[in-house]
């Protein structure tokens, strides 16, 4: 797989913090991700790190900022947060290279720790409230955000880059026992 879009984390000082600041609020970096490329969404990823309130989370994709218009693209499969390091599940749809994309992400309840950057404060967490987000029903579009506080974390898309696909052409397999198929 490729990256795609969202923050890898290279060349950061990544250090362990809660990046919900009230139990099953949905964060994500406000000013997006511009893509890399265009193809197809395969898996979301986050980097857990330090202790979670909580053990699983979901990343929606949006296209789009807050502050502008945003649309609301893919929902990943439940992640499993339970252990540190990059924890990932699938995710389905389609990326343009250089556009801009909101990656958020929430858990059911409780608190994710995961990587930051010691050195960046610019993200936005959305409250998980009725008339906010709710856990793994996100609005077709992205609300005012609730707090403004918080590091940038570790959150992406990979998948396949258009035009990189596996190639099929003219041929035949050999069965074993030199049939072929």
């Avoid at 809660?18 to 898996?43: D, E, H, P, R, W």
């Avoid at 649309?71 to 390091?85: C, Q, R, W």
């Avoid at 506080?149 to 190639?167: K, L």
């Amino acid at each position: 797989m490729s990256f795609l879009v969202g923050q890898q984390g290279g060349g950061w000082t990544q250090v362990a913090a809660s990046i919900t600041q009230t139990a099953g609020n949905a964060c994500y970096f406000n000013a997006g991700y511009l893509a890399a490329a265009t193809g197809t969404m395969a898996a979301a990823h986050i980097q857990a790190l330090g202790t979670s309130t909580t053990s699983s989370c979901v990343v929606y994709v949006y296209s789009g900022v807050v502050g502008g218009t945003t649309s609301l693209l893919a929902t990943s499969g439940v992640i499993n947060i339970s252990a540190n390091g990059d924890c990932f599940a699938s995710i389905s749809g389609a990326i343009t290279g250089g556009a801009l994309y909101t990656l958020m992400v929430q858990p059911p309840s409780g608190r994710i720790s995961a990587a930051i950057n010691s050195g960046s404060n610019n993200f936005k967490c959305n409250q998980n409230l009725g008339t906010t987000i709710t856990y793994n029903s996100p609005p077709a579009s992205i609300p005012p955000d609730d707090v403004n506080a918080g590091a940038e974390f570790i959150v992406w898309i990979d998948g396949v880059i258009t035009g990189t696909g596996v190639q099929r052409g003219m041929g035949f397999m050999m069965a074993p026992g030199g049939n072929p198929c």
